[in-house]
Structures are given as C-alpha cells and as structure tokens.
C-alpha cells in the first residue's frame, strides 16, 4: 500500500525523516539526496518524495505477519 509522509515545523529547522523497516534498515526519506539542504521553513508544508513514486508516495507498506515498521522525524535548530 503506497505511503504518503508529510510535515510541518513551527519553527525554521533542519529535518530528517527516516524510516525504519521490519527487519531493522534504516533508510532516510527526507532529505532526498546529499545536495539537498534539511532546513525547512516555518509553517509549510512538506511532503517526502520518492524517486520512484515522486510526491505520490514516499514508500510502499508491505504487511508481514508479526512485523512492524517505523516512520520518525527528527528537527533541529542547527544543521545535523
């Protein structure tokens, strides 16, 4: 099932979103690339895009039995 992740800060930050699959990769979504600054402006929305599924998705949820996956971000005042 396509996930669609998004966020907004109260605050300028730097924002990391990762995510965090069943058996324990960690792969991060957003920044989408090492050129791309993390900081973010307040009160905008963000939307994590895929090189696969741009804007549509972020990644596909797979359901496996007993399994769980994570999503988390992280903000920060100064560049992480």
């Known amino acids: 099932e396509p ?14 979103v990762a995510r965090v699959d069943y058996d324990g990769r960690l792969t991060v979504l957003f920044p989408s690339g090492r050129s ?22 972020a990644f596909i949820a797979v359901e496996r039995p007993g399994s769980t996956g994570y999503v ?8 992480m």
Do not use: H, I, N
């Not at 791309?36 to 998705?57: H, L, N, P, Q, T």
């Open 36 to 57: 791309r600054a993390a900081e973010v402006k307040a009160g905008e929305d963000y939307y994590v895009r895929s090189a696969r599924f741009g804007s549509a998705a």
């Open 72 to 79: 988390f971000a992280l903000a920060s005042r100064t560049p």
């Open 3 to 16: 996930v669609r992740v998004g966020f907004r800060v109260e605050e300028d930050a730097f924002v990391v």
